[in-house]
């Protein structure tokens, strides 16, 4: 099994990019994800998760039982032998979709806007064009869902 070539996840190419997102869930930079910080990010993006609805994904997620989402964890469950039902490319689809309110397929960046307010940054309508615009691959002013996961697995340098 050492040498299956098969990527962490069916989106995130290779352990940087899980690294990448583990990080955006891990707030407080622990090097974990806590109950708290996973409700968080879901109430950031809109979903509205009951305490034991967070506490049956961590259930799905902390297989060591510690009551924390490490690292290795989150690799494991991004990975595509994950139960295909929860796979990588679903959950991103579903965080797409809270993103694009008026469901036409991309994000504008009034709808990023909004987003972003949600989770607590202070940025305005121009500085949401202006983080579209290096991933606008298509230059329409939009973010495609192509465009979204490019967005979400790379950090800016």
């Known amino acids: 099994m050492a040498t299956d070539p098969t990527p962490p996840s069916m989106y995130l190419e290779d352990m940087d990019e899980v690294r990448r997102v583990f990080n955006r869930f891990d707030t407080n930079n ?6 708290a910080e996973l409700g968080g990010v879901l109430k950031a993006l809109g979903s509205e998760s009951s305490p ?28 595509a032998e994950a139960d295909p039902y929860h796979s990588a490319e679903k959950e991103l689809r579903e965080a797409f979709e809270l993103y694009d309110e008026n469901h036409d397929g991309k994000i504008s960046a009034a709808e990023l806007h909004k987003t972003l307010l949600r989770l607590g940054e202070h940025c305005s309508i121009e500085d949401c064009a202006g983080m ?26």
């Open 30 to 35: 622990d090097g974990k994800i806590s109950p």
């Open 132 to 157: 579209i615009k290096p991933v606008d691959a298509n230059g329409d002013g939009y973010v495609s869902f192509e465009e979204f996961k490019k967005m979400m697995t790379n950090n800016k340098k």
């Open 52 to 79: 034991d609805e967070v506490a049956r994904m961590m259930g799905e997620i902390d297989t060591d039982n510690d009551g924390n989402i490490s690292l290795q964890e989150f690799a494991a469950f991004c990975s």
